[in-house]
């Protein structure tokens, strides 16, 4: 433990990067957004080990809020009474890897959490999430470069030699593992890391909670932080399902993939970050109904929040709770380099999110 | 002072205000190697990190060709002990009007040296450092989001993805427009390189771009460091543009302190080579150390 202790000291200390800085021109809201998201983004939880994300949520919640955690993970925050029941979810999990195996020469044969092009783990740090603490390894890189996206089976080595001495580490199958990652400022008011998908959508329900005029509210209002969203939503279909036909909305707090990037092609998702958060009205799992666009379209008007409509790909909770009657009206911000160690937001998408969320809780 | 040399200088003192490191026991050598491997020297922009070694080896000069180097003892044998300290990195070779920067890789051609595909492709999806006039700062190199791939058909006949290389890299620093890149004090030939991390796993294993090169030059000023009893005249060389067209700062060397009776070269065997997580046992490096200092003593 001396030797895992050691190294996740030296990682911490170790970071040469730039160091995180908040802006001279940060306005409130903008440092606000920063201080709930980059811890969010620094704690990890790959898919159905979501604890560690889990727990920081909790942390950040306000004082009054009384969580609740089912025996899917998920997280419930209810505030208000009376119907229509709405819903906010948004998902807690991250993409990243699971050991399978041990292999005698010590490495750790690996499947994948969610969806991702692999090759940007591939020569890069790796982190062993067990029982007992994080072990520090590397992603083995191939012996060819020439086929960039679909490299061998990865493997990963934590330094050992032998099967038996990886066991003694404590890593073996069900241990996560994950890349070291950092909330990392950009120029303006922009920001880097990984796993912004969806820890934006997670601080942006934490700051509407924050802010939101409890006294104001018509009906119940149900906050989720959902499990297990990059293997298949399964969080959220057992959150569904507990609700069953009470809900009359739910709004999936999630990734609007933008191709605001000079390598997307430009038929759709172009929703160019920095100007607001999205309503994300088609995607692979679900369509709003216009009407219900047009009315997220009149709140944000009424409440003077940039917002943006478009369509984009991927998935949402909010699909699974359509077939018990429950409309799904989506809402997002735009990311690009989705599911990519180098994620890139603009916090004002932040700020204005965490708005329309309010702005929804409090007047639809 | 010309414009360029005095945005040269800013960058070296900007970078080389880590606090210098005293060897003192014991282990240090696995600070300094973590400390070299954390700098960033692409062939021929060396200044920063050759800063770092004169603070840190007093009595050390630069020479006009950028060289650092100490001369130890004196009389004869004369002979010259040396560690390359540069790395294959990337300038920055153009600014879009969109605030995105274009790259020109420097260095892995020279001296019948190729380097892997895997260096420009790590690239892709991966932060990096751009050292500008007013100080680092921190981007990404833009990748295609996974989700927008999807459903879409793929290159022709089946074949595989096309091979990333350094001119499909976008640096995005989170800037909009020209103007905006040049206020962060980015112009065209600063300094690009993968956000340096270094990383250590297993039993004193440091993986980091360019681990090997930057453990044994930490290996060499460990061992001047540990004040050996030189027999003769030993020249100690941090040398630099290794991986350019002509080993030119060794080249350097030799013609203005030589000539020497014999020439010893730091090297360290490493693992992963060329990657990001290019591996080195400091175990390794401890030999080193002695190995460097009882052959400066003569033994």
Not at chain 1, 254 to 281: K, Y
Not at chain 2, 29 to 54: C, I, K, P, Y
Not at chain 2, 194 to 214: I, M, Q
Not at chain 2, 233 to 242: E, H, I, L, P, Y
């Amino acid at each position: 433990m001396k030797t895992v202790t050691g190294c996740v000291l030296a990682l911490l200390l170790l970071s040469a990067g730039p160091p995180v800085r908040l802006s001279a021109q940060d306005s409130t809201r903008i440092s606000e957004a920063q201080a709930v998201l980059a811890p969010l983004v620094e704690s990890y939880g790959v898919s159905g080990t979501e604890g560690p994300v889990r727990e920081t949520v909790k942390r950040l919640l306000p004082a009054w809020a009384t969580p609740s955690t089912d025996t899917a993970g998920n997280l419930w925050v209810r505030v208000g009474q009376g119907n229509p029941v709405v819903v906010f979810v948004a998902h807690l999990d991250e993409i990243g890897f699971r050991v399978t195996g041990t292999r005698d020469d010590g490495t750790l044969e690996l499947e994948t959490r969610g969806g991702f092009i692999l090759s940007l783990f591939e020569a890069q740090p790796a982190l062993v999430h067990t029982d007992k603490g994080i072990v520090a390894g590397v992603f083995l890189p191939r012996d060819s470069g020439f086929t960039r996206h679909t490299p061998p089976p990865f493997r990963v080595s934590v330094g050992t030699a032998s099967r038996a001495a990886t066991l003694a580490r404590g890593v073996g199958p069900g241990a996560t593992v994950t890349m070291p990652k950092q909330y990392v400022r950009l120029a303006g008011t922009r920001a880097t890391g990984r796993s912004f998908d969806d820890r934006v959508g997670s601080t942006a329900q934490l700051l509407a909670l924050r802010h939101l005029d409890r006294a104001a509210l018509k009906h119940q209002v149900i906050f989720i932080w959902s499990a297990r969203e990059e293997i298949g939503l399964e969080g959220a279909a057992a959150a569904a399902a507990s609700l069953g036909t009470t809900p009359r909305r739910v709004h999936a707090i999630d990734t609007f993939v933008s191709a605001d990037s000079p390598l997307e092609l430009p038929n759709f998702a172009v929703a160019p970050i920095g100007q607001g958060a999205v309503a994300r009205a088609l995607d692979n799992s679900s369509i709003t109904p216009p009407a219900y666009v047009d009315s997220l379209v009149q709140v944000a008007r009424a409440h003077g929040v940039a917002l943006q409509i478009g369509s984009t790909n991927g998935g949402n909770d909010g699909s699974k709770f359509t077939p018990y009657g429950v409309v799904d009206v989506a809402i997002g911000w735009p990311l690009r380099y989705s599911h990519s160690p180098a994620e890139v937001i603009d916090l004002k998408d932040v700020v204005s999110l965490a708005d329309i969320i309010r702005a929804v809780a409090e007047t639809w | 002072m010309s414009d360029r040399s005095r945005r040269l200088s800013v960058l070296a003192l900007l970078l080389s205000a880590l606090p210098p490191v005293r060897l003192s026991a014991q282990g240090d050598v696995d600070r300094l190697a973590v400390r070299f491997a954390s700098m960033t020297a692409v062939t021929g922009l060396e200044q920063a990190m050759a800063d770092s070694l004169r603070v840190m080896l007093p009595g050390s000069v630069r020479d006009r060709a950028g060289n650092v180097t100490l001369t130890l003892g004196q009389g004869s044998p004369k002979r010259l002990c040396t560690c390359p300290l540069d790395e294959v990195g990337y300038v920055v070779g153009n600014i879009l009007p969109e605030g995105f920067l274009l790259l020109r890789r420097v260095g892995g051609g020279g001296a019948g040296r190729t380097v892997s595909p895997l260096l420009d492709q790590q690239l892709e999806g991966h932060r990096v450092t751009v050292f500008g006039t007013r100080g680092a700062v921190a981007g990404v190199v833009a990748v295609k989001s996974t989700h927008l791939t999807r459903g879409r058909v793929g290159p022709a006949g089946g074949a595989p993805d096309p091979v990333f290389t350094v001119d499909n890299a976008y640096v995005d620093v989170g800037a909009t427009s020209t103007a905006e890149v040049q206020g962060l004090g980015i112009a065209v030939l600063a300094p690009v390189s993968l956000a340096k991390r270094p990383h250590l796993y297993g039993e004193r294993l440091l993986a980091a771009p360019s681990a090997g090169r930057r453990a044994a030059c930490a290996a060499l000023a460990a061992a001047v460091q540990s004040k050996p009893n030189v027999k003769g005249t030993v020249v100690v060389a941090f040398t630099v543009q290794s991986l350019y067209a002509s080993d030119a700062g060794l080249a350097s060397v030799k013609a203005l302190l030589g000539p020497f009776d014999d020439i010893k070269t730091a090297v360290l065997p490493a693992r992963y080579a060329d990657t990001a997580v290019e591996t080195v046992a400091l175990g390794d490096a401890d030999r080193l150390v002695r190995e460097i200092a009882q052959w400066m003593e003569g033994r």
